[in-house]
């Protein structure tokens, strides 16, 4: 069975438009996986044919059809199938198309976004930038539940500073999802902590690294390193700046030093 996505503009509106398109498809024996309008006008389809012919031959027709136009038939993109599934396109920079942008409001689809790229096999870097309180650390989790992952927090400021300077057992394992907050390991000044780090990059595994922007300052690794950039606002106007997260970690840093008699979680 072959999947494609078939996206049309409608420029005529007339009634029973969908039904002629879905009967036509039953026709060439195509099956309908998803339906769902993905933009003003627009309407967006998985499709599931057994033979490609029959995708060819609905192609065909398409062309002789004056009340749509095809705005998309290709194989289906990740982008293609959120689309489809939540009824929108994932905004993505019109300049490094690798870089994607989401607001607070759309935690769901953000979720559901790097939970498909975490099903996926292979290395992946993902850098994911943002404010504090904004929803990172927490979509990344649900995100690896989503995808049946498990996460492995290498440095992080979620509950306590976790510094880790080793892995145990089954946390050597490519199907584990591994998070990392750029400003806690570029300020870690411990080089066990980077050698893992080190370690880790090399592993054919997902990798998610918060505030990607500070983790390449003191480090060999550059943003053309990453696969994706994810950018999680709590509006579209807000600006990342990092003197205030930087600001943000280190008083809350002094608080859990506080807590904790002068430390972290390092191990």
Same mark, same amino acid.
């Given at each position: 069975m072959r999947e494609w996505y078939f996206e049309y503009e409608i420029q005529v509106n007339r009634p029973g438009l969908l039904?002629?398109?879905?009967?036509?498809?039953?026709?060439?024996?195509v099956n309908i996986v998803t339906i769902n309008g993905v933009d003003q006008g627009r309407r967006g389809m998985l499709l599931r044919a057994e033979h490609d012919v029959q995708l060819e031959r609905f192609e065909q027709i398409l062309?002789? !059809?004056?009340?749509?136009? *095809? @705005?998309k038939f290709r194989e289906p993109k990740l982008r293609d199938i959120l689309a489809v599934r939540h009824g929108r396109y994932i905004q993505r920079d019109a300049d490094d198309r690798k870089t994607f942008r989401f607001v607070r409001d759309e935690l769901g689809l953000l979720v559901d976004f790097m939970a498909e790229i975490f099903k996926q096999e292979g290395h992946k870097l993902v850098g994911l930038r943002g404010?504090?309180?904004?929803?990172?650390?927490?979509?990344?989790?649900?995100?690896?539940?989503s995808a049946n992952k498990k996460w492995i927090f290498l440095s992080s400021t979620m509950i306590k500073q976790t510094v880790r300077n080793q892995?145990?057992?089954?946390?050597?394992?490519?199907?584990?999802?591994? !998070?990392?907050?750029?400003? *806690? @390991?570029?300020?870690?000044?411990?080089?066990?902590?980077?050698?893992?780090?080190?370690e880790m990059m090399r592993m054919p595994t997902i990798k998610v690294v918060e505030h990607p922007d500070m983790?390449?300052?003191?480090?060999?690794?550059?943003?053309?390193?990453?696969?994706?950039?994810?950018?999680?606002?709590?509006?579209?106007d807000e600006e990342i700046t990092y003197?205030?997260?930087?600001?943000?970690?280190?008083?809350?840093?002094?608080?859990?030093?506080?807590?904790?008699?002068g430390g972290g979680f390092n191990f």
């Open positions: 039904g002629d398109i879905a009967s036509l498809l039953g026709m060439l024996r062309s002789t !059809i004056e009340t749509i136009a *095809v @705005t404010m504090p309180r904004v929803g990172k650390t927490e979509s990344i989790v649900a995100a690896s539940v892995l145990m057992g089954d946390e050597f394992n490519d199907n584990n999802i591994f !998070i990392l907050d750029g400003i *806690v @390991t570029r300020r870690a000044h411990d080089e066990r902590h980077m050698q893992l780090v080190r983790f390449i300052q003191q480090s060999e690794y550059s943003i053309e390193d990453f696969d994706y950039i994810i950018e999680l606002r709590h509006h579209p003197e205030v997260i930087e600001r943000d970690n280190t008083m809350n840093n002094k608080s859990q030093m506080d807590d904790m008699f």
